[in-house]
């Protein structure tokens, strides 16, 4: 629950509900929701809150189902040389790895959406930028990440994140779909803050220039960041701290919705 004096003065009030999750492993989750609110006090945490949770639930699945070791592909690795994170991370057409396939016979000749650029962030030499455009079909998904692609720079990026939601009306449901680019789990985490968020006819890009410093699970909150400062600039949903409390009330009636069901 979110009181009223959240985020200024107070943080959102939350109980652990997990029967597997042991004492001393309640007690370190615990701590480490305090230590984030004393960091960021005055600012919303809620969504730090959840991916934090997030990481938790990651490792405790990795740890109690051990399977093959796969050597997952990111920058977060050790490595010799930047220069070889830049080249490997590249697939020989970007714009072709989509899932979708798109005719290039159709007549309807959709219009390239306009394309907004967020203000960077930099974290110890690594750079992460949003790319935003509004759309409405899967080509124009495509027409706006080659057009991203024609820049130099965006190109060269060590990872382009993305993830779009487009609401189909006739039948009332989302097509969305995200894409990690090498970064594991980036654009699922993305597509999920744009689901909390409930935005719709939107393409996010988060471009990430790899500095030569490891940033852990920083990385996952600089790219949500630059994603979600874009969609409040560009009024596809409202601030952070209303936005925050929204998701709140939005708990609160499903509550008290199911209590009157009772």
């Known amino acids: 629950m979110l009181p009223n004096e959240y985020p200024g003065t107070a ?118 930028q949003a790319h935003l455009a509004p759309v409405v079909c899967p080509k124009q998904v495509k027409m706006v990440l080659a057009k991203l692609y024609e820049n130099k720079k965006i190109a060269s990026a060590t990872h382009n994140i993305y993830a779009y939601r487009i609401y189909c009306e006739d039948k009332q449901t989302f097509l969305q779909d995200c894409e990690d680019d090498g970064e594991t789990a980036a654009g699922g985490r993305l597509l999920h803050l744009m689901e909390i968020l409930n935005v719709r006819n939107v393409l996010v890009v988060v471009s990430r220039w790899y500095g030569g410093i490891l940033l852990g699970p920083d990385r996952f909150k600089h790219i949500n960041n630059c994603a979600r400062n874009i969609l409040v600039e560009k009024n596809y949903t409202n601030s952070p701290e209303e936005s925050s409390k929204a998701l709140g009330k939005n708990k609160k009636v499903r509550k008290d919705k199911k209590r009157s069901e009772h």
């Open 11 to 128: 943080p959102p009030v939350y109980q652990l509900n997990a029967p597997w999750l042991k004492g001393q492993e309640r007690a370190d989750l615990s701590n480490s929701l305090e230590e984030i609110y004393i960091q960021n006090i005055g600012e919303s945490i809620l969504y730090l809150w959840v991916e934090k949770i997030r990481d938790v639930l990651i490792q405790k699945s990795q740890m109690t189902e051990p399977g093959p070791e796969v050597k997952k592909k990111t920058e977060e690795e050790d490595v010799e040389c930047e220069d070889d994170i830049l080249l490997t991370c590249q697939p020989e057409n970007p714009v072709r790895a989509l899932d979708f396939d798109v005719s290039e016979n159709q007549t309807e000749i959709e219009e390239l959406p306009p394309i907004d650029h967020g203000i960077p962030i930099t974290d110890r030499r690594s750079t992460f």
